[in-house]
């Protein structure tokens, strides 16, 4: 835990009740926009004043701390699914050429790609994640509006500034967001012991093991392991840190009575008391071959899916959590000194 932790907010400490809940009548979201608090209509240009003012405050006490450069921890997107395109395809040129793919745990960017992240997190606008300089400096934006920020230095002239730009900063805060302060649950690295396994697994099937990639939070692609190909060579085009979890059970041909089973279990998994709740569906296009998927919630949209997996050529489903399937087998991609430091919990 770093030595100095401040929270950054707009809302006076001075109005805040005995358990510190701010009793101000004040704006928390984007989405208030046009509302009125305490009398004043809550304007674009308004509301766009006070997200400069933060991140002027985020890119302060990064300088201050000596950091140019950050690293994503715990990265989340917010859309179930995303495999590809654009991160942020709505913000400025810093983060244009930020991917999806390249939205990953460890991953580093520099401090202006790093300030628009923030921005988007502020904005509660397709993202979220921890920022991190290992040892100096630390931020993570929570609810209604606040910002957490830690560091190796006092920071006294980044916390001058601040107050300058109308914000308020309390000190000696720590962020509720910060990782000391869980324990991490542990995960078995995916070394080459994992790989044996899948592919051992794969031999025991009638065809083929899917491998489900995930390399941030929502953001994942599914593979198809075979018999005598552990991808080999597509190991090396995984994501540093994913997660990765090889489910028991071969997408099957599509018939009547395979989609009957495949109805009734969904049911079972809807339904389940389970840590983790929907379905992961897949499905393979008859024509290309392409693997399509979802992640459901409710008997509706369920229901929907199957219809469409009637065209499919194969498909399948599998529970949200892997500890709902006796026999999967999870494991994390280790650093390169064979450490797993990404944090799935």
């Not at 209509?41 to 950050?70: K, M, P």
């Not at 997107?77 to 460890?106: H, I, K, M, R, W």
Request: aromatic share 8%.
């Amino acid at each position: 835990m770093l030595d100095h932790g401040f929270r950054v907010t707009k809302y006076d400490p001075r109005l805040r009740d005995g358990r510190g809940a701010f009793i101000g009548d004040d704006w928390t979201s984007i989405g208030e926009i046009g509302h009125t608090f305490d009398g004043r209509i809550l304007t674009r240009e308004r509301y766009e004043q006070v997200e400069s003012a933060y991140l002027t405050a985020a890119e302060l006490f990064a300088r201050d701390s000596g950091v140019t450069e950050l690293a994503v921890r715990t990265p989340a997107v917010l859309t179930a699914g995303v495999s590809s395109g654009l991160l942020l395809p709505n913000y400025g040129p810093a983060v244009s050429g930020l991917s999806a793919e390249e939205f990953y745990d460890g991953r580093e960017v520099p401090l202006p790609v790093a300030l628009e992240v923030v921005r988007a997190m502020l904005r509660e606008d397709g993202v979220w994640c921890r920022l991190e300089a290992q040892d100096r400096f630390s931020l993570a934006v929570g609810w209604d509006y606040y910002l957490y920020i830690g560091s190796h230095r006092p920071c006294l002239q980044a916390v001058a500034k601040v107050r300058q730009l109308g914000l308020f900063v309390e000190e000696d805060h720590t962020s509720p967001y910060d990782l000391d302060l869980q324990e991490p649950v542990p995960y078995r690295p995916a070394d080459e012991t994992f790989w044996a396994e899948v592919g051992l697994l794969s031999t025991q099937t009638d065809g083929a093991v899917p491998l489900l990639v995930m390399w941030a939070g929502n953001a994942w692609r599914w593979h198809l392991v075979t018999p005598g190909n552990v991808m080999d060579r597509g190991r090396a085009a995984l994501r540093p840190r994913a997660l990765l979890t090889a489910f028991i059970g071969t997408p099957v041909m599509v018939s009547d009575d395979s989609m009957s089973e495949i109805a009734k279990r969904g049911q079972r998994l809807l339904h389940a008391d389970s840590s983790v709740a929907g379905v992961m569906c897949l499905m393979e296009d008859k024509s290309t071959g392409q693997l399509l998927h979802d992640y459901l919630l409710d008997d509706d949209d369920f229901s929907t899916w199957l219809e469409t997996a009637r065209q499919a050529g194969r498909c399948e489903i599998y529970p949200a959590d892997a500890a709902d399937q006796p026999g999967a087998l999870v494991a994390v991609l280790p650093d390169s000194d064979g450490i797993v430091r990404a944090r799935w919990d």
